[in-house]
C-alpha cells in the first residue's frame, strides 16, 4: 500500500523569504510524486509532477520540488515566498505500474505573512 | 478551472432527502474520480471510472452511488445520508493511464 506523510499542518514564512513544505512518500516500485495547490473554495490545482529524469523539478508559480530517492522526500520549494501563495498544498504519489489511482497527503497550510 | 465543472456548489440534505451531485469535464479525457475532502484528513478516493466503466470502489457506503453515462459527465447519487458525510466533495479527470488529475471546485455538502 502506498502513503504519503506530510509533517507539518501549517508552514509560516515571511513575505520575499524562501519556503520549504516537505513530503515523504512510501510506495511499492518507482513512484510517480505531485504536487497540487488549493486556494480557498476552489478545487485542487496541478503544480508540478515527478515522473523520471533530474531529481529537481520545476513548476507552475515559480515553484519546484527535489526528488529524493534515498530519503524517500519530495520537498516543494520557493525561493521567493509571496503573500499570495498562501494555500493549502498537497502532496501526492502513485506507483509507475498497477493502481493509478493517487494517493493524497493530509495538506499542509502555508501562510506567507506581508 | 473550466475544464471541470462542478454543481451545485453548495447543498445542504436532511439525512432522508435524496439528491444528487454532478460533474462535468470538457477535456476530453476518459477517466474521472470522486473524492471526498473532510477537514485536517487526507483527500478520501472514493470511485474511479476509466472509460466509463468503473475500476475502483474504496469501500464506500452504499448510500453514495456513482454514475458515469458517458466520458464527459460523472454523477454522485446520495440518499440517506448521515451527518458525518459532510465534506467538501471533489470530482477529477484525466487521461485513462495519465498522470495529472484536473480538479473542479468541489461541492460543499451539509447534511443535517
Known amino acids: 500500500a502506498q502513503s504519503v506523510a506530510q509533517p507539518e499542518d501549517q508552514v509560516n514564512v515571511a513575505e520575499g523569504n524562501p519556503l520549504t513544505v516537505k513530503c515523504t512518500y512510501s510506495?511499492?516500485?518507482?513512484?510517480?510524486l505531485f504536487w497540487y495547490v488549493q486556494y480557498p473554495n476552489r478545487g485542487l490545482q496541478f503544480l508540478l509532477k515527478?515522473?523520471?529524469?533530474?531529481?529537481l523539478v520545476k513548476g507552475s508559480y515559480g515553484f519546484e520540488a527535489e526528488f529524493n530517492k534515498s530519503q524517500t522526500s519530495f520537498h516543494l520549494k520557493k525561493p521567493s515566498a509571496l503573500v499570495s501563495d498562501s494555500a493549502l498544498y498537497f502532496c501526492?504519489?502513485?506507483?509507475?505500474?498497477?493502481?493509478?489511482?493517487?494517493?493524497f497527503g493530509s495538506g499542509t497550510r502555508l501562510q506567507v505573512q506581508p | 478551472e473550466t475544464g471541470v465543472t462542478q454543481t451545485p456548489r453548495h447543498l445542504v440534505m436532511g439525512m432522508t432527502n435524496k439528491k444528487s451531485l454532478k460533474c462535468e469535464q470538457h477535456?476530453?479525457?476518459?477517466?474521472m474520480y470522486w473524492y471526498k475532502q473532510s477537514a485536517k484528513k487526507p483527500l478520501e478516493l472514493m470511485f474511479v471510472?476509466?472509460?466509463?466503466?468503473?475500476?475502483e470502489n474504496n469501500s464506500v457506503p452504499s448510500r453514495f452511488s456513482p454514475e458515469c453515462p458517458n466520458s464527459s459527465h460523472l454523477f454522485l447519487h446520495l440518499h440517506t445520508l448521515q451527518p458525518e458525510d459532510s465534506a467538501l466533495y471533489l470530482c477529477?479527470?484525466?487521461?485513462?493511464?495519465?498522470?495529472?488529475?484536473?480538479f473542479g471546485p468541489g461541492t460543499r455538502l451539509t447534511v443535517t
Open positions: 477535456l476530453g479525457h476518459n477517466a
Open positions: 510506495v511499492s516500485g518507482n513512484p510517480y
Open positions: 515527478y515522473i523520471t529524469g533530474d531529481n
Open positions: 471510472y476509466s472509460l466509463e466503466e468503473r475500476v
Open positions: 501526492a504519489v502513485r506507483p509507475d505500474t498497477g493502481r493509478r489511482a493517487l494517493t
Open positions: 477529477a479527470s484525466s487521461q485513462r493511464g495519465g498522470n495529472e488529475q484536473y
